[in-house]
């Protein structure tokens, strides 16, 4: 396990087609969701990364139960994992919550998360198939 920079990060983390966001609620209910980038319309990015230790993505409506949020508010940490089938590893950020408004980088998502990101750490994952996106 290797801790990593953000901004060393930026390109491969716009380029990746997804995400697992990891949320738990004031008691300890945890919770994990998958984000994808919405193809709708036309391609939007799937996350922006605003310097050293932020980066922003939608809040896309999912299946309307609000887990993710909910969790959120009552606990405004989380967890991404992003899985790199190339180099067989995965990276993981943990960070600090703040739900925001609208962007205009994303025009259907009804808010937006941004997160102040206090940890990065690339994992090897022995093993791990390759992915070959359609």
């Given amino acids: 396990m290797t801790d990593c920079s953000l901004m ?26 998958y984000r994808g980038r919405q193809t709708e319309g036309g391609a939007e990015p799937l996350l922006r990364v605003e310097g050293d230790a932020r ?6 409506p999912g ?4 887990n ?3 969790n959120l508010l009552e606990h405004p940490q989380l967890s991404l994992l992003f899985v790199d089938f190339a180099q067989q590893s995965t990276v993981l950020l943990q ?8 962007d205009a980088a994303w025009p259907r998502a009804l808010r937006t998360i941004a997160v102040e990101v206090a940890q990065v750490r690339r994992m090897p ?5 390759h992915l070959v996106l359609g």
């Fill in 8 to 33: 060393a990060l930026k390109p491969w983390l716009e380029a990746q087609p997804f995400f697992v966001l990891g949320s738990a609620s004031g008691v300890g209910d945890c919770d994990s969701s």
């Fill in 68 to 70: 993710s949020i909910g």
């Fill in 55 to 60: 980066l922003v993505f939608p809040d896309y």
């Fill in 63 to 66: 299946n309307n139960l609000f």
């Fill in 95 to 102: 960070g600090q919550v703040q739900l925001a408004g609208p």
């Fill in 125 to 129: 994952v022995a093993g791990l198939p």
